[in-house]
């Protein structure tokens, strides 16, 4: 698992270096340039002229240090300056006057910012140096103004730390921030370099080792990132005794007349994902189709209006028997549906994953989750987490990350939050993000695949966050594969048939 820091743990680990192991600041920051000056050689290839614009702070100090390197190499490079000589003090004010005396003269941007459009009409390459992780509020007025003026520029953009204007501690981006090529960070990923919307500023990624020790940043992660060997652990042994007993019975409430696909895809991801029986109960009108498409899957009908007694006999039996429990999808959002959800909750224990209709019917009461003992997982889109927490969309699409955090402590539950980088919050000691997937899942019934997927892997014995985890991981691999052939939206039946390969990538390295 590749672990990741907010802006607050990098500052601890960058002070538990400095100040315990006693590695000083200067040296972290001539490491941190080198590592800058060689990805900006790559992309520069010998030819043109490179541009640092520096800010305040150690940001701008190792902004001062990569030009210094940058002219030993032998690369043509000027430096504009965005804040008085005064404000370099410490280790930033030790790399403007190594700058001068290695022969560098850097330009001191006033306020009319004349001098920067002057360096960056030069330059062939940029490298942002403005602000660091530590950045805490939107950019405004000058500084917003500078950045538009990288952003105008036809140079691509190396960014140092993070592109200037996000925060190291969201996925947001909060007003003007720069649109970078690439990324260099240090020691650990940070939030916005993983999270959305944040992370497509980036451009691409390098992370490098600056002599921070792995253990500091270990004990100061706050997210990871899934990983194809966390998934082959988290797969459950299919030895060469095996019999369906072993692999629980999947319960699948979903589907009514006229959505019975939907109920049919999320039996159908159970069953291939392999859990050893599948039970689909769903509508009177919905049992032929399902049995049709899923044939591996038992159905059992559901009366079209039920009081307390008829819910009884017709889930009693199924209940009795099921290892997990997956619910909503296809299935209504009526009375009678909410009557269904509410008896379900109430007279089962087990394992649990909820999606589409069942979320709609627990919009702003989540807390009735919160009693629950078993492993529960909610698999909301952006609309349906707001839906749950009565937040507006644009609200949860800002911050992600947030909404999910809010969604898992409300509930109780392990909160599975999709769209592109899908996380996985509550029940470990770290939220996770799932780096798989393609904009081919952008169509109907994926959502259901996904359901059926989860709750096989919570039938087969798997933990609320691993199977959640696991499950987005194996879903979007499956979307990459589908991606090969299908070059728009990957179908949601194409899928399911591309989860065995995906499943094989997992075991093939565990093996």
Request: one cysteine or more; a negative charge; glycine letters at 14%.
């Amino acid at each position: 698992m590749i672990e990741v820091l907010d802006s607050a743990g990098m500052r601890e680990a960058d002070r538990e270096t400095i100040e315990n192991l006693g590695l000083p600041g200067l040296v972290l920051m001539e490491q941190a340039a080198a590592a800058v000056t060689d990805v900006v050689l790559e992309r520069l290839a010998g030819a043109g002229r490179i541009a640092v614009v520096c800010g305040p702070g150690n940001n701008g100090g190792d902004g001062l240090a990569c030009a210094r390197q940058l002219r030993c190499r032998g690369a043509e490079v000027e430096i504009a300056v965005l804040v008085p000589e005064a404000a370099l003090r410490g280790d930033a004010g030790v790399q403007l006057t190594l700058a001068r005396r290695y022969g560098l003269q850097p330009v001191m941007v006033g306020d009319d910012l004349g001098g920067l459009d002057e360096v960056l009409g030069r330059a062939d390459l940029i490298v942002d140096a403005l602000f660091g992780t530590g950045l805490d509020r939107p950019l405004e007025g000058r500084w917003a103004e500078v950045v538009r003026r990288l952003n105008a520029s036809p140079a691509q953009v190396v960014a140092v730390d993070v592109p200037s204007g996000l925060s190291g501690s969201s996925g947001e981006v909060p007003g003007e921030a720069v649109e970078a090529a690439v990324t260099v960070t240090f020691a650990a990923p940070k939030l916005p370099h993983v999270l959305p919307p944040a992370c497509w500023r980036c451009g691409e990624v390098a992370v490098a080792d600056i002599g921070i020790p792995p253990w500091v940043l270990e004990a100061r992660a706050v997210l990871g990132v899934v990983e194809l060997a966390d998934v082959a652990a988290w797969l459950p042994d299919r030895p060469a005794d095996a019999h369906k007993g072993r692999f629980g019975h999947l319960l699948v409430v979903a589907g009514r007349f006229g959505r019975a696909g939907a109920a049919a895809l999320a039996a159908r991801a159970a069953v291939v994902a392999g859990a050893g029986l599948v039970t689909v109960a769903t509508a009177e009108k919905a049992v032929g189709p399902v049995q049709a498409l899923v044939p591996e899957a038992m159905v059992d009908p559901l009366l079209d209006e039920p009081d307390g007694a008829a819910l009884a006999d017709g889930f009693e039996a199924s209940l009795g028997k099921a290892t997990a429990l997956a619910v909503g999808p296809g299935m209504g959002t009526g009375e009678r549906e909410g009557r269904m959800l509410e008896w379900l909750l109430e007279h089962f224990s087990g394992p649990l994953v909820l999606d589409a209709d069942a979320l709609t019917l627990l919009a702003e009461r989540v807390e009735v989750l919160r009693g629950r003992s078993a492993p529960t997982v909610l698999t909301p889109h952006a609309g349906e987490l707001g839906r749950l927490l009565g937040w507006p969309t644009a609200r949860v699409v800002a911050d992600r990350r947030a909404a999910a955090r809010e969604l898992a402590a409300r509930s109780g539950a392990v909160v599975l939050a999709k769209g592109a980088r899908s996380l996985v919050v509550g029940g470990g000691r770290l939220d996770l993000v799932n780096p798989t997937g393609s904009p081919g899942l952008a169509t109907g019934g994926s959502g259901d695949v996904l359901t059926g997927l989860v709750g096989s892997l919570l039938a087969q014995g798997l933990g609320a966050s691993e199977a959640a985890a696991a499950g987005a991981w194996l879903h979007g691999r499956a979307a990459e594969l589908g991606g090969e052939t299908c070059r728009g939206a990957v179908p949601a039946s194409e899928l399911v048939r591309h989860f065995p390969a995906a499943e094989a990538e997992a075991r093939g390295a565990r093996a």
